[in-house]
């Protein structure tokens, strides 16, 4: 059985060779080992060759408008244009024309019939609470008394496929990752959940995602930290959170076995330029290394990406 790891970044694209704006731009070993490339517009060329295959995306959809979130996400899990179905872009968070689009047929439904899928990510008990009972993804509650709680399209497509979300006793537990890839924010901010120090780190969270890998057709990791330290335009904040995915795909690399096939991607830009707040027109990168790794090359656009994972995932 095939193996697909899907690490999903938030908001990452391919901008300029300029630490000052781009936090991609500096000297990460791991990074540009695993891509044989740094990661910036510069630098970065289509490749495909045995076991590794780099591409930049077009992540506009064909749609005038800055890309976003929501529409991203589900062409990327789905196949379709999310963003010609709206008619126009759209974020972050999928509304029912969307949810109609994930609840019937994405990557989770495909490989719930071909050994399983799982959604990597932990989530605080009371939002995982709130979301539980919504079969399709919804909005279902609250948390607190004026935070509304909201799903991602990864979270719509994996409810409506069937695949449970996991809480703070999972990520206590080593069967779910923190998306600030280390754990320790998450761990913090669910105290009521003590979690084994062991667990922490980029090298000890990599291992969790590496085992999660091993046991299933997919396992989709949602990278959505990314996204947040692009708007929030500080320099510091996102230069730490490049070091962590740095350290964090490296390890997962050395921990990841022979039968996983690891695809990095993302659905937006917005991180590489920290000279404004707001999604980018630029690329997104595509990584693809491992066994099927071929099955990416000539992907061009957001549009490409599922078709080829159904191929991974369908592959003897």
Excluded: K
């Excluded at 890309?67 to 999310?82: C, I, K, R």
């Excluded at 990557?107 to 959604?119: D, E, I, K, P, S």
């Excluded at 090359?297 to 549009?303: E, Q, R």
Aim: charged share 15%.
């Amino acid at each position: 059985m095939a193996r697909l790891l899907f690490v999903f970044l938030d908001g990452v694209g391919l901008g300029p060779s300029d630490a000052a704006s781009n936090p991609f731009a500096s000297d990460w070993p791991h990074l540009r080992s695993l891509a044989g490339s740094d990661w910036h517009a510069d630098a970065w060329r289509a490749v495909a060759e045995s076991g590794r295959v780099r591409a930049a995306l077009d992540a506009r959809l064909g749609v005038p408008g800055l890309p976003q979130s929501a529409t991203g996400q589900t062409t990327l899990l789905t196949g379709h244009n999310a963003a010609s179905a709206m008619g126009r872009h759209y974020g972050p968070w999928p509304g029912p024309t969307l949810r109609a689009l994930l609840g019937q047929d994405s990557l989770f439904h495909t490989a719930r019939t071909l050994g399983g899928a799982v959604l990597a990510n932990a989530y605080p008990r009371a939002y995982s609470d709130a979301l539980g009972a919504a079969a399709n993804g919804t909005v279902a509650g609250a948390v607190g008394r004026r935070r509304r709680v909201r799903a991602s399209a990864p979270l719509v497509a994996a409810t409506a496929a069937g695949v449970p979300i996991a809480d703070m006793v999972a990520f206590a537990e080593g069967r779910a990752v923190s998306a600030d890839l280390d754990g320790r924010r998450l761990a913090a901010f669910a105290a009521e959940t003590p979690v084994d120090p062991g667990l922490l780190g980029t090298h000890a969270q990599a291992g969790v995602l590496a085992r999660l890998a091993a046991a299933h057709a997919l396992t989709f990791f949602d990278v959505w930290s990314s996204d947040r330290a692009g708007h929030r335009q500080d320099l510091g904040e996102a230069a730490a959170f490049v070091a962590h995915l740095d350290a964090f795909l490296g390890a997962l690399r050395d921990a990841l076995g022979d039968d996983v096939t690891l695809l990095v991607t993302s659905d937006h830009g917005n991180l590489e330029d920290l000279s404004s707040p707001r999604h980018t027109h630029a690329h997104v990168p595509l990584l693809a290394l491992g066994p099927h790794a071929s099955a990416f090359a000539g992907a061009d656009s957001l549009l490409d990406v599922a078709g080829a994972a159904r191929q991974v995932l369908r592959a003897s």
